[in-house]
């Protein structure tokens, strides 16, 4: 185990900010957490543990130490005939590990293709994406407690996940809450993958795909690689043109407040919730008050899609965390002052 320090952290971002670590170092077993806890002089030190840096704004450099999650392997931990357990590690790259599933005949995961990111970032934001939230196809996940050293398991509801939330992005702030933000390292996390396989296509742009391709009975690949091309159609590649996703989330708002909005908007997209509440298509507000495609400084909101915040100046001219949250703020505020809604941003700043 070796503590780098002074590490550039340009390469573990997907906006491609610049930053640095002051001190970094890589975690490829439960035994380095272990050898870190050892040594005296890193004990105690605040940390930061840091996945596959996809949703993630750095406004300056990190203090803390980073924990950088590189746990690998794959495999399958059990079978039944109503599921597939596969376990994949921290570490491991999420569409990678999907490619990797598919391929040795465990389907399931395939509606969340190419969302960038680790396999460990996965459950703390709930991922989700046409149709298929990470929460449906969980088992149980194993981490570390950075405070005294143990592991320890969660099942889902231990989990407390909801729209691209989870215990793991709340601090813990009484005895009775149990959030455990910047706490726990995520190390392994199981897969339930229910037997037999079923479609799960009931999503516009997936409905569109079947009608192109005249084929209503996809097969698990099918579905794969219709999200790979509607992602690849609306989303940039991070490579390309960094982002961090979607940059906000999509609210929510009661029945009554909705049908204010389309007294005055007819055409906002909106969605009815199981719960009684309305979620309105983010993208859609930003849209409308006009955003797409401007810029502050080099912080784009992307032409095709509002939702997403785009690193105009690239690799070599990059932009800064400070122009991306000054963006963001600007939208904030001309989406509160059209429609009074207030838009929560999706990543984590740092
Ligand atoms: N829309 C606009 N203008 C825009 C963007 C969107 O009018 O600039 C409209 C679209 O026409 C559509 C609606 O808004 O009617 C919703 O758009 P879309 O289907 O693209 O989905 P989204 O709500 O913008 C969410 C997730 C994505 C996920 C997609 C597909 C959130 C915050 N985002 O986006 O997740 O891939 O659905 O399921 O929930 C992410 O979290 O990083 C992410 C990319």
Request: hydrophobic share 40%.
């Amino acid at each position: 185990m070796i503590v780098e320090n002074n590490v550039p952290l340009q390469p573990y971002n997907s906006f491609g900010i610049v930053a640095r670590a002051q001190n970094l170092v890589r975690i490829a077993s439960e035994g380095d957490v272990a050898e870190l806890r050892a040594d005296p002089r890193w004990r105690d030190a605040p940390r930061f543990v840091l996945g596959g840096g996809s949703n993630i704004v750095l406004t300056g450099d990190v203090k803390p130490l980073v924990l950088k999650v590189e746990i690998k392997g794959l495999r399958l931990v059990e079978e039944t005939p109503r599921a597939w357990i596969v376990e994949a590690g921290a570490g491991e790259v999420w569409h990678d590990a999907i490619q990797w599933m598919l391929a040795n005949g465990y389907p399931g995961l395939e509606n969340l293709a190419l969302i960038p990111g680790t396999v460990g970032g996965a459950p703390v934001q709930n991922i989700g994406a046409y149709g298929v939230e990470l929460q449906d196809r969980f088992d149980s996940l194993d981490a570390i407690d950075l405070d005294t050293g143990l592991s320890f398991t969660l099942d889902a509801a231990q989990c407390a996940f909801g729209y691209r939330d989870s215990v793991f992005k709340h601090v813990r702030s009484g005895p009775n809450d149990f959030g455990l933000s910047g706490r726990a390292l995520i190390s392994r996390v199981r897969f339930r993958l229910a037997k037999p396989w079923k479609a799960v296509v009931g999503y516009l742009d997936l409905e569109r795909k079947m009608e192109e391709n005249g084929n209503f009975t996809p097969s698990p690949t099918d579905v794969f690689d219709w999200v790979c091309a509607i992602r690849r159609a609306k989303l940039p590649d991070w490579r390309v043109l960094g982002n961090a996703g979607s940059f906000f989330k999509n609210p929510t708002v009661t029945p009554e407040q909705c049908a204010d909005i389309i007294a005055r908007d007819p055409k906002i997209v909106h969605y009815p919730m199981a719960d009684g509440s309305i979620k309105l298509a983010a993208g859609w507000l930003i849209d409308a008050c006009g955003w797409k495609g401007k810029s502050v400084g080099n912080a784009g909101v992307y032409e095709k899609q509002a939702l997403v915040l785009v690193n105009r100046g690239g690799l070599e001219n990059p932009v800064t965390g400070g122009e991306v949250m000054t963006l963001a703020k600007a939208i904030q505020t001309s989406v509160y002052e059209r429609f009074g809604i207030r838009l929560e941003p999706e990543p984590v700043v740092v």
